[in-house]
Nanobody
Framework: QLQLVESGGGSVQPGGSLRLSCAAS????????IGWFRQAPGKEREGVSC????????YYADSVKGRFTISRDNAKNTWYLQMNSLKPEDTAVYYC????????????????WGQGTQVTVSS
């Protein structure tokens, strides 16, 4: 059974950092596209950062470029989102996701999802 379990969310002041983790079971991370998405209240779920399967292309939303870093550890079947210089507008529920294809960092392109973890940036 394919399962994604997230951890690492929480509350932080502006300028602070958090690292999200997503542990996968039931499939090999090495052969799937992986991504991080977020959804703020009243907004659509948006792609934050993804790594595609075929070309290994890494995508970052413009709003997080230079501040967030996606990485993965195939041996641990886990991927991460390091978030630095956090801003109040980064507040959202963050979801990890995986897909066999996942050529674009769009929520509708991903089939497997974690449960979500809340990130709150506030002074």
């Amino acid at each position: 059974q394919l399962q994604l379990v997230e951890s690492g969310g929480g509350s932080v002041q502006p300028g602070g950092s958090l690292r999200l983790s997503c542990a996968a079971s039931g499939f090999s991370l090495e052969h799937h596209a992986i991504g991080w998405f977020r959804q703020a209240p009243g907004k659509e779920r948006e792609g934050v950062s993804c790594i595609s399967t075929n070309a290994g292309i890494t995508y970052y939303a413009d709003s997080v470029k230079g501040r967030f870093t996606i990485s993965r550890d195939n041996a641990k079947n886990t991927w991460y989102l390091q978030m630095n210089s956090l801003k109040p507008e980064d507040t959202a529920v963050y979801y990890c996701a995986a897909d066999v294809v996942g050529d674009v960092c769009v929520a509708s392109e991903y089939d497997y999802w974690g449960q979500g973890t809340q990130v709150t940036v506030s002074s």
